[in-house]
């Protein structure tokens, strides 16, 4: 399938969020700050960035890739935190220069139960082949 521009795209507003289910109003594409309907994604007021602040393009797609952790831990995936609690102490701890462990939590929003992680850098992981 040839990649599609994602401006070009009708996406879902709030008003048939809301019909969906309970889950659809968290996540960057369901922010609080969506049109009550359907609308391009250039009719936003706000636009998705990366890390260092430039917008991305609506070319854009995810890039899905196997990864294993292997830096240090503060729980298990038996034993996750909150989305809230890990994601908080982690911007928290990067803030202050003390993010030594990452944390494991359960989902709130999106894939709901699901279990992620939260790391502080990128020598936590190893990209699998």
Avoid: H
Avoid at 59 to 73: A, D, F, N, V
Avoid at 90 to 105: E, H
């Amino acid at each position: 399938m040839a990649q599609e521009n994602m401006a070009k795209l009708y996406w879902q507003a709030k008003k048939r969020l809301k019909e969906i289910g309970p889950y659809t109003e968290t996540g960057y594409n369901c922010g609080i700050d969506i049109p009550q309907e359907n609308y391009f994604p250039p009719q936003r007021k706000s636009r998705a960035t990366y890390s260092n602040g430039e917008m991305v393009p609506f070319i854009c797609k995810p890039k899905i890739i196997k990864l294993k952790i292997i830096g240090s831990m503060t729980n298990t995936m038996n034993n996750p935190k909150s989305d809230l609690l890990a994601n908080s102490n982690m911007l928290r701890q990067l803030k202050i220069g003390n993010a030594k462990k990452g944390y494991y939590y359960k989902n709130d929003g999106e894939d709901v139960g699901s279990i992620s992680a939260v790391v502080p850098n990128s020598s936590f992981i190893k990209v699998i082949s």
